[in-house]
């Protein structure tokens, strides 16, 4: 009996799946003929990498010059970061804000007005427990071993969900081509492409060439200082242990590791 | 069947003719957002989600309200759904369309899309969400389209149909909790950590979902003669009204949390929602809207003369979906961001593009419905015919 | 089984073979040369050996592959050397080590990109040198 036209069509249909098919499997286990070798600390003429078992920054803004910002400027200029010129766009790594808005829950009415308006710096505190890679679809961003929450900018679909989870404001989203607003192109680092969120690294790419990161090297006051709090003898963890560090929101959970010496 | 959709009078085809007009400009202007970038939407650093995943977040409660025919008739035989539990699954298709499409216009990098399935992430909602959502469409596109055949061929549904019908119930459930804990589960956003935000889309969607499909019955019973049948839409407008009075009082709950225990974190997101913050106040008018139109919606429908009138109801419920698709449409995500994790109060406002984008896409999700309902009645006929 | 529609049907599906064999029958009698890639470089004219991360059969093949694995191992595992197949040891990157010898990007990488119509979008955000500001 001829087929009906429904039976044609679901034969046809399925014929066009099994054609597509083979060449999905091919594509799903198709193996690299490449592999890389293991971590090399040190080749001749190349300086080893920086080790921690957990990166973190110290910030001592007592120390910071009114009006500076050097830190700003370093890391943007090392890593491309553009400058649009409009809030809306605006793409910040490293960046100032009054203590009042940082620190809301110890900032009260009677507080003097140049300690609520003192301008400390922020940026992405790789906590150890961060939200942004908890909610990330693609683990786009992801978690180091040594603490560093880190940004895979070629799987980024640009969903923003991370923007949404980080609560301070860390993150910032290419909404247009960064490239015409690059006010100096660094020719060592590359720039990013429209439609993915961008955030401080903690320098990663200056680690694994044994350098600290631009911020904290730029710093003349070194109000910025940065280690392995794990390491006991390490210089920042000797410092937040004689002093009283804070962190911002701590009592959510995402254990930051950005301390705040004031 | 797919051919009854070709063929019509002429409101059919000029109401298809202007949605596909409307689809293209959309269409014309996501090709622009393309080229230039989410920045052509009216989103900034502050406020990073704005109409597209406002829209997705009220039509994913749309879509789940298909359970409210599904659950009665197969579960507790109430026969008066019977011949309108497809009109449901059918809307339940369009709506997860159109969701899915917000997503992806949404999307800063929407070619990578496929990077959510080649690396699975189970510890992100937004995973759980692709998966859910898709599966609630292949669920209602295969079950509605098979009873519908059967329907036509005057033969039983075949036996596999039931079990999936049934799944379809929780999976229902499902698709808006996980939408919920979207947003619930981000310690940073003080407006969206709360509990109650799933039972809250839930009790939305039920009150929207319905009215939505009351007012397309009643449509369908002006242009095409399909009659519902009088209990029918007295049953969803009763669903409705229940609906809207526990969301309405989830509502109240949210604000007697806030404004009594006035944690400040919290309290500035509700300030803004319904007074507004530093003369920011584009939100809170439209919320007064809302929140008039919900009342007024719910002294119309609690009376059961009015929700046996054919035109009080229709009011009653376009003031429903109006005040529900403000408050989860609008109000909800942006409220999310406004005032950010640094204290900032950063205006939103969606652009023209983005507007037109929007618009296009209900103008596929209408199309999609319009083309199954129009397959639905077309078999209606030649079965009541016969 | 019954034919309807005969003539709609044969034109359809001329029309059809004419169109999907099109790149196949619209370059008969044409030539296209080959790309000619330009390794005149300063940077390689310097090199003592000059020789490229692995052979040039390889890489002709598998420098995608070859980048693909580089750009995981350097962003995801953050590992920085690649070991070839000799024995050499190389820093992994595209501005940072390949484009270093490669520097002319339009006489080298893009004459086979754009003969066999490949646009990679590595470029909108790795940079060639001299080519941005």
Redesign the interface.
Known sequence: M?PSRREFLIVAGLTAVGMVCPSLTRILHAK?????????TA?DG?TP?LRAKRWAMAVVPGKCPSDCRACIDACHLTH?VPDFGN??????WIGL?PF???F?GQTYPEMPEASKKRMLP?LCNHCDNP?C????????T?K?A?GIV?M??????????C???????AR??????P?PF?R??N???????????EKCTFC?ERL??GMLPACVVACEEKALLFGDIDDPRSEIRRLLDKERPIRR?AE???KPQAYYIL | MLEKALTGNRQYGLWVAALLALAGLGFFFYLRQLDYGLGLTGMSRDVSWGLYVAQFTFLVGIAASAVMLVLPYYLHDYKAFGKITILGEFLAVAAVIMCVTFIFVDLGQPSRVMNVLLHPSPTSILFWDMIVLNGYLLINIVTGWTVLQCDRKGIPPPAWVKPLIYLSIPWAISIHTVTAFIYAGLPGRGFWLTAIMAPRFLASAFASGPALLILFCLVLKRFTGFDAGRKAIGAMATIVTYALATSIFFVLVEIFTVFYSQVPEHVEHYRFLFAGLHGYDTIAHWMTVSALCALAALLLLIYPETRQKDPLLAMACIGVFLSLWIEKGLGLIVTGFVPSPLEKVTRYAPTGPEIAITLGVWAVGFLIITILYKIFISVRRDVDTV | MKLYDRGKIVAGILIFVIAVTFPFWYGTGKSVSPPQLDLDTPAIQQLADKRCVEDTAFMRANHMKLLATWRDDVVRDGKRYYTAKDGRVFEMGLTGSCLKCHSNKDRFCDRCHDYAGVKPNCWNCHIVPGEVK
């Open positions: 001829p690299t003929a490449v592999t890389a070798s293991g971590i090399v080749v190349m990498a491309n809030p809306k766009d605006e793409i910040q804000q009042e808005r940082i809301p922020i939200p890679v908890r909610v990330c679809p693609t683990q786009a992801f180091r040594d880190m895979d900018y070629h799987r980024c679909i640009g969903c923003r969900f923007m949404a989870a980080c609560p301070y404001g910032s989203m290419n909404w247009r081509d490239r690059i100096k192109i020719d060592d680092y590359p720039t990013r492409t429209r439609g993915v969120v990663e694994r060439k929101r959510l959970g995402t």
